[in-house]
């Protein structure tokens, strides 16, 4: 891993959570690793990765971008990375940073990781962004009928936008390919890291898969990192409705497979049973912290300096 300062931490999801993360850890260390989910297939990423044989650079773009270093220039560049081309012809809706990704990783022959280190390099980041495999994956998840004359018809649906949108309670969801290759510096961080999180984020498809790659799991089953778990602030409408924090965990707990829990952060408004998920947390072995992690002004999103106040009362950081 990269020389810095604070503990060793490695930050696995994709999208708006994993950024959130970010932006709490940032706060507590400089030697941080975002390992982020290749399977978006929605949007600007599905287009690109429909005509191109690359990595869905969306959830990429956003943890480099998060990761950006504080100098005016590249806070600059940054804002450009997430800035949409407007217009109404091929190019509208592209994020910059998805075409610049994209072409870098065309430059290097195909290289995403070296595309994304120069792209660090470009952003002053603090910290590093892999990909978590090296090939673009799709989710395939078993989801259950709405209909109420057969609750026990289930339905196969592939791919992250069709599984988030489509009405019923996911039973279970795997990867394909269900063993794909995975970078030798991902799997170098998540050995050396102090702490490694899971969450905030899309449960199904941005936490969960990590759990779903068979070197990923078997990675940090092995590792003597710290795993924290940083539960959701809702639910999330197509993929968690109804769930309360009780059952993102026990979800969570049924993916482990072998992965140690070390401890759960709850946002202390959002629990309304503490009692439940006390339980819960203490029947896999954890610790639970309660904490004020929501933004006072939105609920719906994690503060980044709340959250880094609960992170760092954990990792013993001051």
């Known amino acids: 891993m990269s020389s810095g300062t604070g503990p060793r931490v490695v930050a696995l999801g994709g999208g708006h959570g994993l950024a959130a993360s970010l932006a709490a850890w940032r706060l507590l260390t400089s030697t941080l690793t975002a390992v982020v989910t290749v399977a978006d297939d929605g949007g600007s990423s599905g287009r690109i990765r429909r005509e191109l044989p690359v990595l869905p650079p969306g959830d990429l773009r956003m943890a480099l971008a998060a990761l950006a270093g504080d100098e005016p220039r590249t806070r600059e560049m940054a804002s450009l990375l997430q800035h949409r081309i407007g217009g109404e012809g091929v190019l509208a809706g592209h994020p910059v940073g998805n075409l610049m990704l994209t072409g870098w990783t065309e430059l290097y022959q195909g290289d995403t990781v070296r595309a994304l280190r120069a792209l660090e390099e470009l952003l002053g980041s603090v910290g590093r962004v892999l990909p978590m495999a090296d090939v673009p994956l799709d989710l395939v998840a078993t989801v259950a009928s709405v209909d109420p004359d057969d609750p026990r018809e289930t339905r196969r649906i592939r791919g992250q936008v069709a599984i988030a949108s489509t009405p019923g309670r996911v039973r279970d969801i ?23 999180t899971l969450g905030p984020g899309s449960w ?26 940083v539960l959701n602030l809702e639910p999330q409408p197509g993929e968690t409705d109804g769930f309360s924090p009780e059952e993102h965990l026990r979800v969570l707990l049924a993916h482990l497979g072998g992965v140690s829990l070390h401890t759960v952060i709850a946002d202390a408004a959002a629990v309304v049973d503490r009692r439940g998920l ?23 999103r994690h503060d980044p300096s709340r959250l880094a106040a609960a992170l760092a009362s954990v990792v013993g950081a001051r």
């Open 174 to 196: 795997r990867v394909s390919p269900a063993d794909p290759s995975v970078h030798p510096d991902v799997l170098s961080a998540i050995a050396e890291a102090d702490v490694v």
């Open 204 to 229: 199904y498809t941005s936490v969960l898969p990590h759990l779903l790659v068979p070197r990923l799991r078997a990675a940090l089953a092995a590792t003597p990192a710290r795993v924290v778990v």
């Open 278 to 300: 006390l339980s819960a947390v203490q029947g896999c072995g954890a610790e639970l912290v309660l904490a004020p992690v929501a933004a006072p002004d939105d609920a719906a």
